[in-house]
T-cell receptor, first 116, second 116 residues
Framework: AQKVTQAQTEISVVEKEDVTLDCVYETRDTTYYLFWYKQPPSGELVFLIRRNSFDEQNEISGRYSWNFQKSTSSFNFTITASQVVDSAVYFCALSESNFGNEKLTFGTGTRLTIIP | KAGVTQTPRYLIKTRGQQVTLSCSPISGHRSVSWYQQTPGQGLQFLFEYFSETQRNKGNFPGRFSGRQFSNSRSEMNVSTLELGDSALYLC???????????????FGPGTRLTVL
């Protein structure tokens, strides 16, 4: 069975600080996909990144970066120089690779508050 | 392209009633998934439709059902509503093709259902 653990329930940092959100996953599949989504107060889930299990390269997109380590089954997300607009709930998710399986298994989310 | 749209945005029902929620995917997307989000259980997968066929189903009772039309629009129905069905219901669409690659899912704003 698949499982995603986001141990940090809530994090608060002062604006401009860096912050890392942790994600640990469990799966028996050798091929799988990992995702991060952002849910602002409006409620809509916003896609941030998708990574497949064969691509362990870290990725950077502006102030966002992701560290994927298969050895520790982790897919952590770092925001550099945080801004108030980054305040939201962030979800890590996992899906199997089988064609026809679009099911996302989500973690419980991390509520990030950026203090101005 | 227009995003995923869901109607209605808010709904209040009483126990025992039934409800139908609607989702219009992004143009060209053939896969539509439904998720339930509650404070206690988090984000949980309900079911997924592709080409008018249910491909996957989560662990929800038979009171939860859905369908997809030929234009990929989807509806979700909940019969005999219970207080515990109060939740944010999110619809997501994906450009699932034949390659077997799990593409990112794009979410709508959700329908907030309150059962009294």
């Amino acid at each position: 069975a698949q499982k995603v653990t986001q141990a940090q329930t809530e994090i608060s940092v002062v604006e401009k600080e860096d912050v890392t959100l942790d994600c640990v996953y469990e799966t028996r599949d050798t091929t799988y996909y990992l995702f991060w989504y952002k849910q602002p107060p409006s409620g809509e889930l916003v896609f941030l990144i998708r990574r497949n299990s064969f691509d362990e390269q870290n990725e950077i997109s502006g102030r966002y970066s992701w560290n994927f380590q298969k050895s520790t089954s982790s897919f952590n997300f770092t925001i550099t120089a945080s801004q108030v607009v980054d305040s939201a709930v962030y979800f890590c998710a996992l899906s199997e690779s089988n064609f026809g399986n679009e099911k996302l298994t989500f973690g419980t989310g991390t509520r990030l508050t950026i203090i101005p | 392209k227009a995003g995923v749209t869901q109607t209605p945005r808010y709904l209040i029902k009483t126990r025992g009633q039934q409800v139908t929620l609607s989702c219009s995917p992004i143009s060209g997307h053939r896969s539509v998934s439904w998720y339930q989000q509650t404070p206690g259980q988090g984000l949980q997968f309900l079911f997924e439709y592709f080409s008018e066929t249910q491909r996957n189903k989560g662990n929800f009772p038979g009171r939860f059902s859905g369908r997809q039309f030929s234009n990929s629009r989807s509806e979700m129905n909940v019969s005999t509503l219970e207080l515990g069905d109060s939740a944010l219901y999110l619809c997501a669409s994906s450009p699932q093709g034949s390659s077997g690659v799990n593409n990112e899912q794009f979410f709508g704003p959700g329908t907030r259902l309150t059962v009294l």
